[in-house]
């Protein structure tokens, strides 16, 4: 299915791209915003680009990373490219939570694939993250580019608070697979089974038995999936995050991970300080750049 080029924007050495097209997986057209790097417009550039995706988190579009990351900057440094997901299904049509409350429904989809009704009809969102989207661009972008993208193989997964949370999720179900070569995460919440945010999302979406949320809390995820690759996760959280005691619990990773093959492998920074908006993921944007650059094979 082709997209449709919604708006470009030179911005950097390159062009943000913010392109729509219809999704079979979620019944719907979805937004997202692909940026392209100065090396895919240099005549003299002839190695392929890895990717690097980035999950938003609860109330985001494809715009705010976009806008207020600075992820450009870096992918231009590196030579990466950068897609910018949806964070759920929208439009008139889209079950949304009937409280009208922020953290659940339209922009919280939790990136997962909804068992529920009426959310099982839309919300499948890990199944387009995962697998429909990087098709449909990797198709796209041969058939319409002689530069080579690389939005299947050589890549690498971000994201920040809920988008954090998907991002180690996806991480690690796909790790036998070899799916992502590089996970980090801003903030993240690393085990939702155990908090409000992630209980109340997979009451809605899944069921209450909790052991059908298992499959989708990396703090359940890490203790069976074995690091064969002797991988490092990088995580940054701030000190001064409002959500960090009830909804993020970040040590709790670090407690789920003793005595397995990641306990180690999880390199946690603690920023003093910082709190959970945009000012503090662009601050360490560029520590996640370069991590994401030396496992992506580009320094």
């Known amino acids: 299915m082709s997209f449709k080029v919604r708006q470009e924007i030179a911005t950097c050495g390159g062009k943000l791209l913010k392109l729509s097209h219809f999704s079979e997986l979620i019944g719907l057209s979805m937004d997202v915003n692909v940026y392209l790097p100065k090396q895919y417009y240099s005549k003299d550039y002839e190695k392929v680009i890895p990717t690097v995706y980035y999950l938003s988190g609860l109330t985001c579009s494809p715009d705010n990373a976009s806008e207020k990351a600075f992820w450009q900057f870096q992918a231009d440094k590196y030579g990466f490219g950068m897609v910018f997901p949806d964070t759920s299904p929208r439009g008139d049509s889209v079950p949304d939570d009937p409280e009208k409350s922020w953290d659940f429904g339209i922009a919280a989809s939790f990136y997962v ?59 690690l179900k796909n790790y036998d697979a070899n799916r992502y070569k590089s996970c980090s995460a801003f903030a993240p919440i690393v085990n939702p089974s155990s908090v409000p945010w992630g209980q109340k999302a997979f009451k809605g979406y899944l069921s209450d038995d909790e052991n059908d949320w298992d499959k989708y809390d990396p703090c359940k995820l890490i203790k069976r999936i074995t690091n064969t690759r002797n991988d490092m996760i990088l995580i940054h959280q701030g000190t001064k995050d409002p959500f960090l005691k009830d909804n993020l619990k970040t040590d709790l990773l670090t407690e789920a991970s003793k005595n397995t093959s990641w306990e180690g492998k999880i390199d946690i920074r603690y920023a003093d300080g910082y709190d959970h908006s945009y000012f503090f993921v662009s601050t360490f944007v560029p520590d996640h750049a370069r991590f994401h650059a030396k496992n992506l094979g580009l320094i």
């Open 113 to 171: 694939n909804a068992t529920k009704k009426p959310y099982d009809k839309h919300y499948m969102m890990y199944d387009y993250i995962h697998k429909e989207l990087p098709v449909l661009l990797d198709e796209h972008f041969s058939e319409s580019s002689t530069k080579k993208l690389d939005f299947l193989d050589n890549v690498g997964i971000t994201g920040h608070s809920m988008g954090g949370y998907g991002a180690l999720t996806g991480f």
